[in-house]
C-alpha cells in the first residue's frame, strides 16, 4: 500500500512538471501568462494571459501553433 502511494505522488509531481506551459508569455498577446489558462497542442502545454486568448487559440491552433517554440 506504502509502495502504491510512492508511485501515484511520483505520476502526479512528473504530471505536474509536464504540464508547466512552455511559453511564458501570451502568444496571442505577448503579455506574460496567466497561472491555470492553458491549452494543450501537438503534446505542449500553452499558456495564456486570459481566456478570450485560449479561446481565439483553441478555434484554430494549427494556425497559433506555429509561434510555439521559437
Ligand atoms: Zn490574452
Do not use: H
Not at 20 to 30: E, K, Q
Request: charged content about 20%; glycine content about 8%; proline content about 4%.
Amino acid at each position: 500500500m506504502k509502495t502504491l502511494l510512492s508511485i501515484t505522488a511520483a505520476v502526479i509531481a512528473a504530471g505536474s512538471a509536464f504540464a508547466a506551459p512552455v511559453n511564458s508569455t501570451c502568444i496571442m498577446s505577448g503579455k506574460p501568462i496567466k497561472e491555470g489558462v492553458t491549452s494543450e497542442y501537438k503534446g505542449k502545454t500553452v499558456g495564456f494571459c486570459c481566456n478570450n486568448c485560449k479561446a481565439r487559440f483553441d478555434s484554430n491552433p494549427d494556425k497559433f501553433g506555429k509561434k510555439i517554440a521559437k
